[in-house]
């Protein structure tokens, strides 16, 4: 099934999530997730849960904690920026967070209103505490998320993974305009 | 309003014989409610996330179909998060109960005013959104056939409980969150739930 790195990256994260036993996935679609999210839909040892916004996930994750299952939230960057009350949550009370960033307004942006959290994604975490791994190139996702995994389980505590534009590639709205029929 | 429930009354017949149920209680009044009905190792007292006890509830209960989890809560606290109730509806727990405990106000900031004061319909938001069961909560009858629905019903339920607007002394539960969260798991999964 792996054509290349850049189709395979999604299969090999939902198979680390699997294996690591994540059962509640709570999602914000964003199209860096859309294979992800299918992937996660198939499943049926997951349950996929279609947030109205991302702080959602945040709460729903540290219940599932409680409850005494694990948890994955898919987002986009902008959806980060919905999050940050939240997370004071899983931070002071040291819940284990997994959280799957995919990067708007990062690297080859058309559109300008996804610059200030874009940019600001990474450093807004951090000042809250969240600790963030990047990842910029196909091939290194799913070995960022693994030891992202571990980390927020192992030590129990929110951490964010971000995958870069760069890698999933800018929209391009021209084209998207030009494909819609006259 | 002279005939109005009192909330920690409410609580206290909501909880007296909660078995193995799981509880979370919203920041603020219902943290302190569910304290003064007797602090417990299986409740999950919030001290912030405003706007989260609801999905909280959600996480929990899809995580335990066979316990019955109950989300005691403010309108203040439900109306940041009412998304919750479109996302709630959508996933249909059987076994999630949330009872918003509707004095129409913010307790914690000075007693003012919240838009369920102006006529907003909680209930009737949840029902729109899809919930299958919802129950609105004005005399003391009403709380009775609320006990008997959240502990005998299935389904997702919802409800509005109007109480007073008292100001009352403060029942605090611990504030450490890992503590809270310990315990809770502890209580819930066994002792080796400190070992995952």
């Known amino acids: 099934m792996k054509k290349n790195a850049e189709s395979a990256w999604p299969d090999e994260v939902h198979a680390l999530l699997k294996a690591a036993g994540i059962r509640q996935v709570a999602i914000v679609p964003d199209a860096g997730h859309a294979r992800l999210i299918k992937l996660c839909e198939k499943d049926k040892a997951m349950r996929v849960v279609r947030l109205t916004t991302e702080e959602e996930g945040v709460a729903l994750l540290a219940g599932a904690w409680l409850g005494g299952e694990k948890g994955v939230l898919l987002m986009q960057s902008s959806g980060v920026g919905n999050c940050i009350n939240m997370l004071t949550l899983p931070i002071a009370s040291q819940f284990p967070l997994l959280m799957l960033v995919t990067m708007r307004g990062d690297f080859g942006e058309f559109n300008?209103?996804?610059?200030?959290?874009?940019?600001?994604?990474?450093?807004v975490l951090e000042a809250l505490g969240v600790i963030v791994k990047r990842a910029d190139t196909a091939e290194e996702v799913p070995e960022v998320v693994s030891g992202a995994m571990r980390l927020a389980f192992n030590t129990y505590r929110p951490v964010a993974v971000l995958v870069g534009q760069r890698l999933l590639g800018a929209k391009d709205f021209r084209k998207l305009t030009e494909s819609v029929p006259q | 309003m002279s005939k109005s429930l009192h909330r920690r009354e409410v609580v206290k017949e909501l909880l007296a014989k909660r078995?193995?149920?799981?509880?979370?209680?919203?920041?603020?009044?219902?943290?302190?409610d569910i304290t003064d009905a007797g602090d417990h190792d299986l409740n999950f007292p919030l001290w912030g996330a405003m706007g989260g006890a609801a999905m909280i509830g959600l996480g929990v209960a899809l995580a335990q179909p066979k316990k019955k989890v109950l989300v005691l809560?403010?309108?203040?606290?439900?109306?940041?998060?009412?998304?919750?109730?479109?996302?709630?509806?959508?996933?249909?727990p059987r076994n999630l109960c949330i009872v918003v405990l509707d004095n129409e106000r913010y307790g914690e900031t000075?007693?003012?005013?919240?838009?369920?004061?102006?006529g907003v319909d909680l209930a009737g938001m949840a029902k729109a959104a899809g919930f299958a069961r919802t129950l609105k909560v004005n005399t003391q009858a009403d709380v009775s056939?609320?006990?008997?629905?959240?502990?005998s019903g299935e389904g997702a339920l919802f409800a509005q409980v109007k109480v007073d607007a008292e100001r009352l002394p403060l029942v605090l539960p611990p504030r450490e969150g890992s503590l809270l969260k310990n315990r809770f798991r502890i209580a819930l999964l066994g002792p080796e739930a400190a070992q995952q």
Request: hydrophobic residues 40%.
């Open chain 2, 145 to 151: 056939r609320l006990k008997q629905r959240i502990y």
């Open chain 1, 112 to 123: 300008p209103a996804q610059i200030p959290m874009g940019n600001a994604t990474q450093a």
């Open chain 2, 19 to 32: 078995g193995d149920s799981l509880v979370i209680g919203g920041l603020g009044a219902p943290a302190w």
């Open chain 2, 73 to 92: 809560t403010g309108d203040g606290e439900m109306l940041m998060g009412l998304g919750a109730l479109a996302t709630i509806a959508v996933q249909q």
């Open chain 2, 110 to 118: 000075g007693m003012q005013r919240t838009h369920t004061g102006h």
